[in-house]
């Protein structure tokens, strides 16, 4: 008896969440779920829940060709990635083909729901429950998460519309543990949030520097810039001199955060660049794009000395110092010393205030 | 004696770029020449800003107050506040909601007529109640 789980994502989501800023629906160029958030993506957060629950196969439907769409799940096994035109077809056609590999039940989720439910307990619910579909329910609501029976889905034409507009029932199940929805950027803000809050069963990935500090791998902390708990910041990433990190702020991996700059309650989604002396604060930072959470608006930089994607340098590693194509005076800092950050034991430089690594616990 | 000017409103344009922000200088610096010049500038149709348009609204700040004077922002568009708030210049200017109430704030405010030529601390406090309170 085999068990199966299928992850959808794509335009579901993107319909959902478009609107909700005015002046650019696009602004994040993949759903919510492919973003890196404390340097995992959503969705890979999702597979490997499957994964630890012995799941047989993941299969991810995309239903929208987007680039890098499937690096993300290359790494797990038993992960099939699959470009569907129609999601409702596609989700019908694999659970027909677990059906004929001998896998009876399969979970059902939209790429949008994260859920830390015991999935086990989940499965046993709806095995006893005798139904072709159980789905997830927490105190807001029904959630697009489901468990089918492969062989009754199809006997009783369950689609995936079908589905979703089903209302909650007794045979629901009820998950008590953390559940975010990630229909809207406020959500992908949120989410990085509690994970820094602990509210999560996940923890921040990186070395915990100092207590709420998470500092990933190859990232570069300037002695001068200041970072207050809790805090991530992301896999090869540069925090410049006389910056500030508050607020439950996430910057992602390699981003880079300029000479003077103040980021709060903010979140830096990965390869951005934010430039001198600015304030980011209650936003979602993305390549050029500035999602206001406060204001509900969306801005896109044009100067790229103020904002921009370092998508393609990086990757190709010809501008690794940022800033080299940017205003002159920024070379001036990049020649600073710049240190790996060493752990909160190592005593900062004698040189007073200013020369202290000014992390806060 | 102190001199009013009148409390001039300025449309400004549905582009604050290099080349827009220009030709608006031009056309707001002979304000900004008179005696306490006291200008609002309304920006109701800015639809995009960049640091050109920001450097302009600076520069005109400095010129009002080098002659005693203000500017005031009214009708910002939420992006367009969004970006001050980015490039932390939000801060620098009183904003309003609309032209009027902008207008309004400069006539409420009865002009102490404390001339630059008195010290800083004589508009409030004498010399001797900072001594004291230190």
Redesign the interface.
């Given at each position: 008896m085999g068990l199966g789980a299928i992850v959808v994502m794509g335009e579901a989501q993107d319909g959902e969440r478009a609107g909700v800023f005015p002046g650019d629906a696009s602004v994040l160029s993949q759903p919510f779920a492919c973003f890196d958030v404390l340097g995992r993506s959503t969705a890979q957060r999702i597979i490997e829940r499957f994964v630890r629950a012995d799941v047989d196969v993941v299969t991810v439907l995309q239903t929208a060709v987007r680039q890098d769409m499937k690096a993300p799940f290359t790494a797990f096994e038993n992960v099939e990635f699959r470009v569907m035109r129609d999601a409702g077809e596609g989700v019908l056609q694999k659970l027909r083909h677990y059906s004929r590999n001998g896998i009876e039940h399969s979970f059902l989720i939209l790429g949008n729901v994260y859920a830390e439910t015991d999935l086990l307990d989940f499965y046993y619910f709806h095995r006893e429950a005798r139904q072709a579909a159980t789905r997830a329910v927490d105190r807001e609501g029904v959630l697009d998460l489901w468990v089918l029976d492969c062989e009754k889905a199809q006997t009783q034409a369950i689609d995936l519309q079908h589905l979703r507009e089903a209302k909650s029932s007794d045979s629901s199940y009820f998950i008590r543990e953390y559940v975010n929805r990630l229909s809207d950027p406020r959500d992908l803000r949120r989410f990085a949030s509690d994970l820094l809050r602990g509210r999560c069963a996940t923890r921040p990935p990186g070395r915990e520097v100092k207590r709420g500090i998470w500092i990933d791998d190859g990232a570069e902390v300037h002695r001068r810039a200041r970072i207050v708990a809790p805090a991530y910041i992301g896999r090869g990433s540069k925090v410049m001199e006389d910056t500030l990190v508050t607020r439950l702020s996430n910057v992602e991996k390699d981003c880079c955060v300029n000479y003077g700059t103040v980021i709060e309650d903010s979140s830096i989604l990965q390869n951005t660049d934010i430039g001198i002396c600015l304030d980011v604060c209650h936003a979602v930072a993305n390549g050029n794009k500035l999602l206001k959470l406060d204001r509900n608006v969306v801005i896109e930089i044009t100067d790229p000395s103020v904002m921009r994607s370092n998508g393609d340098t990086w990757k190709q590693g010809k501008d690794r110092k940022w800033g080299r194509n940017l205003l002159p005076f920024r070379r001036k800092h990049e020649r600073q010393p710049t240190t790996d950050l060493q752990p909160a034991t190592s005593a900062p430089k004698q040189r007073g205030l200013q020369a202290a690594n000014l992390l806060q616990g | 004696m102190s001199s009013k000017s009148p409390v001039i409103v300025m449309e400004a344009p549905e582009k604050l770029n290099h080349s827009e922000a220009q030709a608006f200088l031009a056309e707001l610096q002979p304000l900004l020449q008179s005696d306490r010049p006291r200008v609002v500038l309304d920006c109701s149709q800015v639809q995009h800003m960049?640091?050109a348009g920001i450097e302009m609204l600076l520069s005109c700040m400095a010129e009002a107050m080098k002659r005693d004077g203000d500017i005031k922002l009214a009708s910002l568009s939420?992006?367009s506040?969004?970006?001050l708030?980015?490039?932390?210049v939000d801060r620098l200017f009183e904003v309003f909601d609309t032209a009027e109430e902008a207008t309004r704030s400069f006539q409420a405010v009865a002009s102490p007529d404390v001339s630059q030529s008195l010290p800083w601390y004589s508009a409030g406090y004498g010399l001797a109640d900072l001594k004291s309170a230190s």
């Amino acid at each position: 008896m085999g068990l199966g789980a299928i992850v959808v994502m794509g335009e579901a989501q993107d319909g959902e969440r478009a609107g909700v800023f005015p002046g650019d629906a696009s602004v994040l160029s993949q759903p919510f779920a492919c973003f890196d958030v404390l340097g995992r993506s959503t969705a890979q957060r999702i597979i490997e829940r499957f994964v630890r629950a012995d799941v047989d196969v993941v299969t991810v439907l995309q239903t929208a060709v987007r680039q890098d769409m499937k690096a993300p799940f290359t790494a797990f096994e038993n992960v099939e990635f699959r470009v569907m035109r129609d999601a409702g077809e596609g989700v019908l056609q694999k659970l027909r083909h677990y059906s004929r590999n001998g896998i009876e039940h399969s979970f059902l989720i939209l790429g949008n729901v994260y859920a830390e439910t015991d999935l086990l307990d989940f499965y046993y619910f709806h095995r006893e429950a005798r139904q072709a579909a159980t789905r997830a329910v927490d105190r807001e609501g029904v959630l697009d998460l489901w468990v089918l029976d492969c062989e009754k889905a199809q006997t009783q034409a369950i689609d995936l519309q079908h589905l979703r507009e089903a209302k909650s029932s007794d045979s629901s199940y009820f998950i008590r543990e953390y559940v975010n929805r990630l229909s809207d950027p406020r959500d992908l803000r949120r989410f990085a949030s509690d994970l820094l809050r602990g509210r999560c069963a996940t923890r921040p990935p990186g070395r915990e520097v100092k207590r709420g500090i998470w500092i990933d791998d190859g990232a570069e902390v300037h002695r001068r810039a200041r970072i207050v708990a809790p805090a991530y910041i992301g896999r090869g990433s540069k925090v410049m001199e006389d910056t500030l990190v508050t607020r439950l702020s996430n910057v992602e991996k390699d981003c880079c955060v300029n000479y003077g700059t103040v980021i709060e309650d903010s979140s830096i989604l990965q390869n951005t660049d934010i430039g001198i002396c600015l304030d980011v604060c209650h936003a979602v930072a993305n390549g050029n794009k500035l999602l206001k959470l406060d204001r509900n608006v969306v801005i896109e930089i044009t100067d790229p000395s103020v904002m921009r994607s370092n998508g393609d340098t990086w990757k190709q590693g010809k501008d690794r110092k940022w800033g080299r194509n940017l205003l002159p005076f920024r070379r001036k800092h990049e020649r600073q010393p710049t240190t790996d950050l060493q752990p909160a034991t190592s005593a900062p430089k004698q040189r007073g205030l200013q020369a202290a690594n000014l992390l806060q616990g | 004696m102190s001199s009013k000017s009148p409390v001039i409103v300025m449309e400004a344009p549905e582009k604050l770029n290099h080349s827009e922000a220009q030709a608006f200088l031009a056309e707001l610096q002979p304000l900004l020449q008179s005696d306490r010049p006291r200008v609002v500038l309304d920006c109701s149709q800015v639809q995009h800003m960049d640091s050109a348009g920001i450097e302009m609204l600076l520069s005109c700040m400095a010129e009002a107050m080098k002659r005693d004077g203000d500017i005031k922002l009214a009708s910002l568009s939420p992006a367009s506040a969004a970006i001050l708030e980015l490039m932390r210049v939000d801060r620098l200017f009183e904003v309003f909601d609309t032209a009027e109430e902008a207008t309004r704030s400069f006539q409420a405010v009865a002009s102490p007529d404390v001339s630059q030529s008195l010290p800083w601390y004589s508009a409030g406090y004498g010399l001797a109640d900072l001594k004291s309170a230190s």
